[in-house]
């Protein structure tokens, strides 16, 4: 008995270093590539997610879709378990309508595009009509001060720099405006603000997303949208020639109370550490203009194709590979918060975790939020990469929706995609299933099961 | 006079090689990127090229308005000389009609998108009606034999391999069934052909390209067409269905004899090496479905922006810096050919030619034919290249317009963008200037005026 468990060892570990030579790695690697190319399912699903069930803001009917979705095709896949974690989240929704125009005398006006920002207060119902304060900053909004904006339209107009080439570095650097600008633009007795839309595309798609009004009281918040680039352009260079011109905005968005949604979880259990669990993930829900296709439907339907691969190409993973389907990402991120106060609670180990939340695009490479031992080690499998020229691996962040596991010391990836495009899509009207190219998508699936499987066989 | 020399010699001696340090060309090269991505004149000229001219094939009187414009931009730029180089051209015309459908019994017909491919002849006059023999090689079709293709109309129909990351090594591996197809068929007693487009995507849109009938004299000769990738899959399902169905096509399209057109021409004179000519170029004809925005109107407006910039910079080059737009790529290379004949009869020394022809996407590097020793030392400037995301430096040929100065010993260097979604557009009605991004374009223009720059700063 014993000479056989010997024996048994012994062998399974000349299987398990034959596994993991070069050329073998290297091989299974090419096998990821080309099984997504020609027989992923990532394509189809980001399809009938985008197609069938479209925008899916955290709340809606839509979300409540792409969850039972999300549980059926996992649960389609075979996978050891699949489950659904209870999860309470913001219910805003958009109204029925929301428009603006510039009013340049009386009676002579010309309609722009706006849309409401995620969580924005309703104008009331006649909508609101005055002058406008065009502000590039926090700063010159105090420069200007209550005597200037007291009974007006606040209009931030700081453009995102087009010089960088991460145009993420360029949103981080505007998007204050966004968020922010409201309770900012508040405690200067302002009636309303309107914000370029965090586009690099000058166009007339505007680009909602997520708002606080901070510690503002519900008596005192003012209505908050964005308009398009051209709108920005347009207004701005109205207002040189009139400073006086007035702006005309309506909108009837609302918040509800908080509603039960869920994370959609499923599991293929490790062989030789079920314990330690490897994620990849996205975010289900998205903003409700466009049908969420990049931001994050892409995201969700490659996390889903690590599995399938490992299953379609019968790899039994040693650790257990779990993929997250995180609920609410965009409006306030309690799929996420929730996920790893339940991992903390059941004193789950979570060994690494991947997201990808940047879009469809070919993929570039990944960031690593890791202790440098970690990292180094990681480094060196960017070889295995070369042949399908993806060459960044960066520090860097994972995500919004791992970001909440780093406190329990998971290791944190993001997979980086060209990101030129990103900016065109990102929370507006033109973020649909066309703007995916197939090929990209599935590039981008087969890098991140490339990943996965790397973290599994040789560990961090 | 003579101590004078010496001081002016040394003094040039020191800014020279403060120019050379490593900080200051780091420099330089920001500015080439910021400067095409806020002041940039590439897109505006593409919006032009493709909006306002549009498609423009050799010998058409749009490609006659690109060379006008051409010139008229290149003049308006301020270069040192701007010229025509008067070059013969083919003439080939679609004609007004072309249509196929599958008859699967009598009476009962399926539309299916179809274009004459370049250079095809006519059907005649009511157009052709055949069983259909598909096949996936040549050596398919000489199994087959003539006993089963007399009469018939043959289907190439094996797609682009999935599986190649490089895209372009998957069309080079299936355009022969577009290129030698009919001459092949012909042999064997074929009415026809019909193509499988060079699409990796299936859509609806068929792609023409050249094709050539080889040494076939002109009454033997059979039309020759492309079928779209949908339109293609159904065939091929329906040929499974009933063997016997028939293929209906109809097309008049005409060969004319070599019209009269032009390469476009402009240069800046070099301080130092006035007679070491540095290229770069792309081609200004284009095929006559859609208006050639990717191919190659990106790479015509990219390779004008290489001037523009040293120009707007005030940058006074040590070689003189050239630009061609080369005439007749796609369907005959005469363009090309001219130029570089030219170039031996007058003794012209090209000392390095840049090529710009693989669409307006994403840089991701660029491919080199050059000696071991100067590919070495230009492998050295990688690291320049490193803040905007370009990786690849490779060894590989620069493109079909400059590949004819190999022969003076030119080395020879092509942009490589990213190339996963080029061939959704290339040839077909889908190549249009909205397809392009303009930070895409923009950076692919800065990349080339970066190693334009560094070749003429370090010399090879």
């Not at 708002?211 to 051209?230: D, F, H, Q, V």
């Not at 439907?297 to 996390?303: D, K, L, T």
Request: charged share 20%; with cysteine.
């Amino acid at each position: 008995m014993k000479n056989l468990l010997i024996y048994f060892t012994f062998f399974s570990l000349i299987v398990f270093s034959q596994e993991k030579t070069t050329i073998n790695i290297e091989k299974k690697i090419e096998l990821f590539y080309n099984h997504s190319l020609t027989q992923g399912k990532s394509y189809d699903w980001l399809a009938h997610l985008s197609n069938q069930i479209g925008g899916r803001l955290s709340g809606s009917l839509n979300a409540e879709r792409a969850v039972n979705w999300g549980k059926e095709e996992l649960e389609a896949l075979g996978l050891d378990k699949v489950w659904l974690e209870p999860v309470m989240v913001p219910k805003w929704v958009r109204g029925n309508f929301e428009y603006a125009s510039i009013e340049t005398t009386p009676g002579t006006i010309i309609n722009v595009p706006i849309c409401a920002l995620g969580g924005s207060v309703a104008t009331p119902a006649n909508g609101i009509k005055a002058e406008v304060v065009e502000v590039d900053s926090f700063e010159s909004l105090k420069n200007l001060g209550r005597e200037n904006i007291e009974g007006k339209i606040v209009f931030y107009n700081r453009p995102m720099n087009p010089k960088l080439i991460n145009t993420f570095l360029a949103y981080s650097q505007a998007v204050n405006q966004r968020h922010t600008g409201a309770q900012e633009a508040i405690k200067y007795g302002a009636l309303a603000v309107i914000v370029r839309s965090m586009n690099l595309k000058n166009d007339d798609y505007p680009h909602t997303g997520s708002m606080s009004y901070g510690k503002t009281k519900l008596s005192k918040r003012i209505p908050a949208a964005a308009i398009s680039t051209n709108g920005a352009n347009l207004l701005s260079s109205m207002l040189k020639l009139n400073p006086k011109l007035r702006f005309f905005i309506k909108q009837n968005c609302k918040n509800y109370p908080d509603v039960l949604s869920y994370n959609v979880i499923g599991q293929i259990n490790g062989a030789e550490f079920p314990d330690k669990i490897i994620l990849v993930g996205g975010h289900l829900d998205s903003w409700d203009l466009g049908d969420g296709a990049h931001d994050d439907g892409a995201g969700i339907v490659q996390s889903m194709e690590v599995l399938n691969q490992f299953i379609s190409l019968g790899i039994k993973p040693r650790h257990t590979i779990r993929v997250v389907l995180f609920m609410n990402e965009e409006n306030g991120l309690k799929g996420a918060r929730k996920y790893a106060d339940n991992a903390i609670k059941n004193n789950e180990h979570h060994y690494f975790a991947l997201e990808s939340d940047a879009g469809g695009f070919t993929p570039r490479g990944f960031t690593f939020d890791a202790p440098d031992s970690i990292y180094s080690k990681i480094l060196s499998w960017k070889k295995y990469f070369k042949p399908y020229m993806i060459n960044y691996f960066g520090k860097g962040g994972g995500g919004a929706d791992v970001g909440p596991l780093k406190k329990t010391g998971t290791v944190l990836a993001g997979l980086r995609p060209d990101a030129q495009r990103y900016f065109d899509y990102h929370h507006a009207a033109s973020d649909t299933f066309e703007a995916i190219n197939k090929r990209e998508l599935e590039i981008g699936a087969a890098t991140m099961t490339s990943l996965i499987y790397l973290v599994d066989v040789f560990g961090l």
